[in-house]
């Protein structure tokens, strides 16, 4: 069984900055692609940002040139910097890890965590 422990959230003011953490546990032989999404209040999931393995990564238009995502592989974490915080950066943020292996050559598991409040005043 695979867990994803997250931390960092909070409550800060516009213009702030947070670092978000996401542990990923258990028995774990690769994992492709470890990524943040958000939920707000009355609105759907979306993706915040995205790392491979191998270190590309992606960003909603939102959050580009704000957030910044890193992974350190040995320790099957994913982090995400938020700076220059908004209000409507305001949700539930949520670890996602995608293509997990227990096994080499093993089937594939998503995994989720189980959120972290941000929330961000004007």
């Known amino acids: 069984q695979v867990q994803l422990v997250e931390s960092g959230g909070g409550a800060v003011q516009a213009g702030g900055s947070l670092r978000l953490s996401c542990a990923a546990s258990g028995s774990i032989f690769s994992i492709n692609v470890m990524g943040w999404y958000r939920q707000a209040p009355g609105k759907q999931r979306e993706l915040v940002g995205a790392?491979?393995?191998?270190?590309?990564?992606n960003y909603a238009d939102s959050v580009k040139g704000r957030f910044t995502i890193s992974r350190d592989n040995a320790k099957n974490t994913v982090y995400l910097q938020l700076n220059s915080l908004k209000p409507e950066d305001t949700a539930v943020y949520y670890c996602n890890a995608d293509g997990v292996r227990t096994v080499v050559r093993g089937p594939k598991y998503d995994y989720w965590g189980q959120g972290t409040q941000v929330t961000v005043s004007s």
């Open positions: 790392i491979t393995s191998g270190g590309s990564t």
